[in-house]
């Protein structure tokens, strides 16, 4: 199994940045890649950013330009660097893994979320 905790939400105003991060740990994983969903109320969860482990980057187009995925090896960190945020931006943001963790087979694993707040 993998955990993924996220962290780094909040209330800020628009214009405003954040950084979020995602924590992986568990016991003999694989990540193969790490991505940013976020889900709006009333809307369906949507994907931020894609980061694979060949360091190949993916971004909504609501976001380029604007939030830059990175990530730590070392300490199995995924971060989300958002700037210049609008009030659209508004969601839970979750973390997403796919991997491959002992015996079992590639699959997604999931964070709780972490809700981003862009008002003034």
């Known amino acids: 199994q993998v955990q993924l905790v996220e962290s780094g939400g909040g209330l800020v105003q628009p214009g405003g940045s954040l950084r979020l991060s995602c924590a992986a740990s568990g016991s003999r994983f694989t990540i193969n890649a790490m991505g940013w969903y976020r889900q709006a109320p009333g809307k369906q969860r949507e994907l931020v950013a894609v980061l694979t482990s060949g360091g190949t980057t993916t971004y909504a187009d609501s976001v380029k330009g604007r939030f830059t995925i990175s990530r730590d090896n070392a300490k199995n960190t995924v971060y989300l660097q958002m700037n210049s945020l609008r009030p659209e931006d508004t969601a839970v943001y979750y973390c997403?893994?796919?991997?491959?963790?002992?015996?079992?087979?590639?699959?997604?694993?999931w964070g709780k979320g972490t809700p981003v707040t862009v008002s003034s």
């Open positions: 997403n893994a796919l991997a491959v963790s002992g015996f079992r087979p590639q699959m997604d694993y």
